[in-house]
């Protein structure tokens, strides 16, 4: 299985910014994607950014043009860099592993633990 470590979590005001990261050990899948998901308090979790092995990624709405998603490959570690920061912001944010060794295989997903993200003043 693969195995997420985060990190970066923790308490900023309004404007500010954080940088999570977010390392897979494990047996990893040649075709996959890495992201961000949170959840807030009395929501359900809700996708925030993915990534593809390729590059690609893509952010819901409310981020766009404040959070970016990266990836070394290399170091089989995935960023989220949180710039301007809103409470609305304020959330556990999980890493997300999702990969599948062929096209003709089901998915496999894997979670971290989750990191804590406070916005306040």
């Known amino acids: 299985q693969v195995q997420l470590v985060e990190s970066g979590g923790g308490f900023v005001q309004p404007g500010g910014s954080l940088r999570l990261s977010c390392a897979a050990s494990?047996?990893?899948?040649?075709?996959?994607?890495m992201g961000w998901h949170r959840q807030a308090p009395g929501k359900e979790r809700e996708l925030v950014a993915t990534?593809?092995?390729?590059?690609?990624?893509d952010y819901i709405d409310s981020v766009k043009g404040r959070f970016t998603i990266s990836r070394d490959n290399a170091k089989s570690t995935v960023y989220l860099q949180m710039n301007s920061l809103k409470p609305e912001d304020t959330a556990v944010y999980y890493c997300?592993?999702?990969?599948?060794?062929?096209?003709?295989?089901?998915?496999?997903?894997?979670w971290g633990q989750g990191t804590q993200v406070t916005v306040s003043s």
């Open positions: 997300n592993y999702k990969g599948r060794r062929s096209m003709l295989l089901p998915w496999f997903t894997y």
């Open positions: 990534i593809t092995d390729g590059g690609r990624a």
């Open positions: 494990g047996s990893f899948f040649s075709i996959n994607a």
